[in-house]
Every structure is written in structure tokens, then in C-alpha cells.
């Protein structure tokens, strides 16, 4: 984060529940709402562990949002 901000990129952090990569019901819901009130065409980096744990979801994403997955 602090090196895209270093590059002039406006980052924004959305935390997920502290259950993943094991989330809970609640924890998927709150993911879903979190990636639906992204604006259309935003850049977005998902954690590889969380992406992994809520496929459906980024899926219902994929085709308005630009994804990048962090692997590390």
C-alpha cells in the first residue's frame, strides 16, 4: 500500500472479517456488500487466501471491476 501511494496511486483498504481464509457466513456477506459498493471499473487487489474462499463472489465482480490477486 504505502508503495503505490509512493507512486501517486489513491489506495483504499477494505478489511475483511478475521475469520478468513475460513470465513464465516456473516464474513462472506460482509465481503460481498464491501466489493458491491466498489465503483465499476475500479482497480482492485484481492488477497490470493481470501479470493480462494470466496470465488462466487469475486466472480459476480469480475466482469465490472479490474481484479489483481496478490500472491504473496
Given at each position: 500500500?504505502?508503495?503505490?501511494?509512493?507512486?501517486?496511486w489513491?489506495?483504499?483498504?477494505?478489511?475483511?472479517?478475521?475469520?478468513?481464509?475460513?470465513?464465516?457466513?456473516?464474513?462472506l456477506?460482509?465481503?460481498?456488500?464491501?466489493?458491491?459498493?466498489?465503483?465499476?471499473?475500479?482497480?482492485?487487489?484481492i488477497?490470493?487466501l481470501a479470493?480462494?474462499?470466496?470465488?462466487?463472489i469475486?466472480?459476480?465482480?469480475r466482469?465490472?471491476?479490474?481484479?489483481?490477486?496478490?500472491?504473496?
Amino acid at each position: 500500500m504505502a508503495g503505490l501511494t509512493s507512486l501517486g496511486w489513491v489506495v483504499q483498504v477494505r478489511g475483511l472479517d478475521a475469520t478468513f481464509p475460513a470465513p464465516t457466513a456473516t464474513a462472506l456477506a460482509d465481503a460481498q456488500h464491501a466489493l458491491a459498493a466498489i465503483a465499476d471499473d475500479t482497480r482492485v487487489l484481492i488477497d490470493g487466501l481470501a479470493l480462494g474462499a470466496m470465488p462466487q463472489i469475486a466472480a459476480a465482480h469480475r466482469q465490472r471491476l479490474r481484479s489483481t490477486i496478490s500472491r504473496r
